[in-house]
């Protein structure tokens, strides 16, 4: 409550300040700026009366918190429950549940592992769908609590006050799974946190695997900034009034949040970003994250050759068809990428590329969106360019990752990116977002003594391959009088320096220019992938890489299966059991 009256007394002040100096620096302080004075105390006074309000409404919502949990039945003993309304999504977080469910159950001999999920769906549907997308086998039988207010968690329900409503079904939701069965272990694999109060009352120990925290610092300073993005509308962040109340509305929520920690016993994270964020919400309880990556099935991708058919080029995206993807960013910087290629044999390769889109569909709403795809790859002149494959099994996507060049992922503030991890692990160089899970864990360069043992291996690719050069050459083999690319290494040999290289190179991030190792002196770091954030820095890597020679591809490509193979399920499993093993019945 003191949180929240300070933060409600603090904004109107720094707002009001905040306009008295775009008065002041558009029409001087004159009865304009005596207006926006008296419009800003009349708004403290509106925002101190909500949060007398607020008071009352707590102390309300405490008395009703505790009836409901003196409602709720007694724990079962044994049972390990997992928390995940949408199991059958076939993303990254469904994904994480199934390795989770096997770890449990090897880990402990007794439990009984029980999924509260959506009404619909069958436990040999959902484990037949984790062999054929994740290629992960439950052997032992699981149960399903069906839950029937779980379509009151979809985001697209509540088109205004999205998180906040999606809160209060989280709460129904957990509400209904708690009467069902109290479990001894409660595993949230969702990042709802809003009913761990509940399950903690009611006795269970709570797990909670975070993949994104509901509420961030960088969500918030976009707010402040007045950026518009995916989750601050244009409409808001150029009112500065709306722009008070949404960030009033972010800390209240970040409050509730930030208390909903106390209940967790074990906190595990899937990044160094989120383990940051929650770090700053869930730090009072002192109980430190822990760091889990994701579980990807690298051993599989990584039997992938390096090598790549030069005839049809194309690069993959692999991502469930949800508005956060980005997909039009990615459909704009093809386009544009095609759109700057020359009439050299480089620039050939880029048009005659093809983009191929992987992605998980989870009914109407998905649907909807990917017609729209479709009509706007149409729009941009992409329809002869661009592939659709909705709901691949999974040894469709290793067969679609073994013949690819590149992988797109071009998601703000992704918490991990397993996407990215899977291309790396395949030989397929990244083109990732500059943010988050991608820039901190994922697309790092090699140190130079990693580097020398992955050159080891692209000399063995390169041998395989024939020396033969890259996307240049339509025909499977390059022109040796072709002119190359430009890349640091190439550009070396042409006597320019470095920094002329990056001039060139233009606006990239750094993992764009630094120079690639040249085994055997491996001196500097190696580059594992691009990374970029606008469109024209994704279209300039999207023409590098399909335009670079095969060497420097196949270079860059085994660096970057190196610095996969410490991302795996067996990781993953052996980390969550130490997480977690002493929580689970024996």
Same mark, same amino acid.
């Given at each position: 409550?003191?949180?929240?009256?300070?933060?409600?007394?603090?904004?109107?002040?720094?707002?009001?300040?905040?306009?008295? $100096?775009?008065?002041?620096?558009?029409?001087?302080?004159?009865?304009?700026?005596?207006?926006?004075?008296?419009?800003?105390?009349?708004?403290?006074?509106?925002?101190?009366?909500?949060?007398?309000?607020?008071?009352?409404?707590?102390?309300?919502?405490?008395?009703?918190?505790?009836?409901?949990?003196?409602?709720?039945?007694?724990? $079962?003993?044994?049972?390990?429950?997992?928390?995940?309304?949408?199991?059958d999504g076939g993303g990254g977080g469904e994904r994480v549940l199934w390795c989770a469910v096997k770890a449990v159950q090897d880990a402990s001999k007794t439990a009984k592992v029980v999924i509260y999920v959506r009404e619909g769906v069958s436990a040999q549907q959902l484990l037949d769908d984790a062999a054929r997308r994740f290629n992960i086998h439950i052997d032992k039988p699981i149960q399903l609590l069906p839950l029937r207010r779980a379509p009151l968690l979809l985001p697209e329900r509540y088109p205004r006050l999205t998180l906040v409503r999606q809160a209060v079904a989280a709460v129904g939701a957990g509400l209904e799974a708690l009467r069902q069965c109290v479990p001894e272990v409660f595993i949230d694999t969702t990042g709802w946190a809003f009913p761990y109060p509940w399950a903690a009352w009611a006795g269970a120990r709570v797990v909670a695997y975070v993949h994104y925290p509901t509420l961030s610092s960088d969500m918030l300073a976009r707010v402040w900034s007045g950026a518009a993005g995916f989750n601050n509308g244009p409409e808001i962040a150029e009112s500065p009034v709306k722009s008070a109340a949404k960030l009033l509305y972010y800390w209240l929520l970040a409050g509730w949040y930030g208390a909903c920690g106390g209940a967790v016993a074990v906190a595990a994270v899937n990044s160094s970003w989120t383990r940051r964020h929650m770090r700053r919400l869930w730090g009072w309880t002192g109980r430190q994250p822990v760091l889990v990556y994701p579980p990807v099935d690298t051993p599989?991708?990584? +039997?992938?050759?390096?090598?790549?058919?030069?005839? $049809?080029?194309?690069?993959?995206?692999v991502a469930q068809f949800r508005p956060e993807k980005n997909h039009r960013l990615q459909l704009q910087a093809f386009a544009a990428a095609k759109r700057a290629a020359g009439p050299t044999l480089q620039g050939q390769a880029v048009r005659e590329a093809k983009l191929k889109f992987i992605g998980g569909v989870r009914g109407p709403g998905d649907e909807a969106r990917l017609a729209e795809l479709r009509g706007y790859a149409e729009e941009l002149g992409l329809g002869d360019s661009v592939e659709w494959i909705p709901n691949a099994p999974y040894s469709q996507l290793v067969s679609l990752l073994g013949g690819a060049v590149g992988g797109l992922h071009a998601m703000t503030d992704e918490h991990f990116g397993i996407s990215v991890v899977e291309y790396m692990a395949a030989g397929?160089?990244?083109?990732?977002?500059?943010?988050?899970?991608?820039?901190?864990?994922?697309?790092?360069?090699?140190?130079?003594?990693?580097?020398?043992?992955?050159?080891?291996?692209?000399?063995?690719?390169?041998?395989?391959?024939?020396?033969?050069?890259?996307?240049?050459?339509?025909?499977?083999?390059?022109?040796?009088?072709?002119?190359?690319?430009?890349?640091?290494?190439?550009?070396?040999?042409?006597?320019?320096?470095?920094?002329?290289?990056?001039?060139?190179?233009? +606006?990239?991030?750094?993992?764009?220019?630094?120079?690639?190792?040249?085994?055997p002196q491996c001196s500097a770091p190696q580059i594992t992938g691009f990374l970029a954030s606008s469109v024209e820095e994704y279209a300039e890597a999207i023409s590098r890489l399909l335009g670079m020679e095969q060497r420097e591809r196949l270079r860059i490509a085994a660096a970057a299966q190196r610095r996969a193979a410490r991302f795996s399920t067996a990781r993953f499993m052996q980390d969550f059991t130490a997480a977690v093993g002493g929580l689970l019945p024996p």
């Amino acid at each position: 409550t003191i949180w929240v009256i300070e933060g409600a007394c603090t904004l109107p002040l720094l707002l009001r300040l905040h306009f008295l $100096q775009d008065v002041h620096n558009t029409c001087g302080i004159g009865r304009l700026g005596v207006i926006h004075r008296n419009t800003m105390d009349a708004l403290l006074v509106i925002l101190l009366g909500l949060v007398v309000l607020l008071v009352v409404v707590s102390v309300v919502l405490a008395c009703v918190f505790f009836m409901l949990a003196r409602s709720l039945p007694p724990v $079962q003993k044994g049972v390990v429950a997992f928390f995940h309304p949408f199991a059958d999504g076939g993303g990254g977080g469904e994904r994480v549940l199934w390795c989770a469910v096997k770890a449990v159950q090897d880990a402990s001999k007794t439990a009984k592992v029980v999924i509260y999920v959506r009404e619909g769906v069958s436990a040999q549907q959902l484990l037949d769908d984790a062999a054929r997308r994740f290629n992960i086998h439950i052997d032992k039988p699981i149960q399903l609590l069906p839950l029937r207010r779980a379509p009151l968690l979809l985001p697209e329900r509540y088109p205004r006050l999205t998180l906040v409503r999606q809160a209060v079904a989280a709460v129904g939701a957990g509400l209904e799974a708690l009467r069902q069965c109290v479990p001894e272990v409660f595993i949230d694999t969702t990042g709802w946190a809003f009913p761990y109060p509940w399950a903690a009352w009611a006795g269970a120990r709570v797990v909670a695997y975070v993949h994104y925290p509901t509420l961030s610092s960088d969500m918030l300073a976009r707010v402040w900034s007045g950026a518009a993005g995916f989750n601050n509308g244009p409409e808001i962040a150029e009112s500065p009034v709306k722009s008070a109340a949404k960030l009033l509305y972010y800390w209240l929520l970040a409050g509730w949040y930030g208390a909903c920690g106390g209940a967790v016993a074990v906190a595990a994270v899937n990044s160094s970003w989120t383990r940051r964020h929650m770090r700053r919400l869930w730090g009072w309880t002192g109980r430190q994250p822990v760091l889990v990556y994701p579980p990807v099935d690298t051993p599989a991708l990584l +039997s992938l050759p390096l090598d790549r058919p030069l005839k $049809q080029l194309y690069l993959v995206s692999v991502a469930q068809f949800r508005p956060e993807k980005n997909h039009r960013l990615q459909l704009q910087a093809f386009a544009a990428a095609k759109r700057a290629a020359g009439p050299t044999l480089q620039g050939q390769a880029v048009r005659e590329a093809k983009l191929k889109f992987i992605g998980g569909v989870r009914g109407p709403g998905d649907e909807a969106r990917l017609a729209e795809l479709r009509g706007y790859a149409e729009e941009l002149g992409l329809g002869d360019s661009v592939e659709w494959i909705p709901n691949a099994p999974y040894s469709q996507l290793v067969s679609l990752l073994g013949g690819a060049v590149g992988g797109l992922h071009a998601m703000t503030d992704e918490h991990f990116g397993i996407s990215v991890v899977e291309y790396m692990a395949a030989g397929v160089v990244p083109i990732a977002h500059n943010s988050a899970g991608p820039a901190e864990d994922i697309v790092l360069p090699l140190e130079p003594h990693e580097a020398a043992a992955a050159a080891l291996s692209d000399n063995t690719a390169a041998a395989a391959a024939g020396g033969a050069a890259g996307g240049g050459a339509a025909g499977g083999g390059a022109d040796p009088h072709a002119p190359t690319p430009l890349s640091s290494s190439s550009a070396e040999a042409a006597g320019t320096s470095p920094a002329e290289t990056a001039a060139h190179e233009g +606006s990239l991030l750094p993992h764009l220019s630094e120079r690639p190792c040249s085994p055997p002196q491996c001196s500097a770091p190696q580059i594992t992938g691009f990374l970029a954030s606008s469109v024209e820095e994704y279209a300039e890597a999207i023409s590098r890489l399909l335009g670079m020679e095969q060497r420097e591809r196949l270079r860059i490509a085994a660096a970057a299966q190196r610095r996969a193979a410490r991302f795996s399920t067996a990781r993953f499993m052996q980390d969550f059991t130490a997480a977690v093993g002493g929580l689970l019945p024996p």
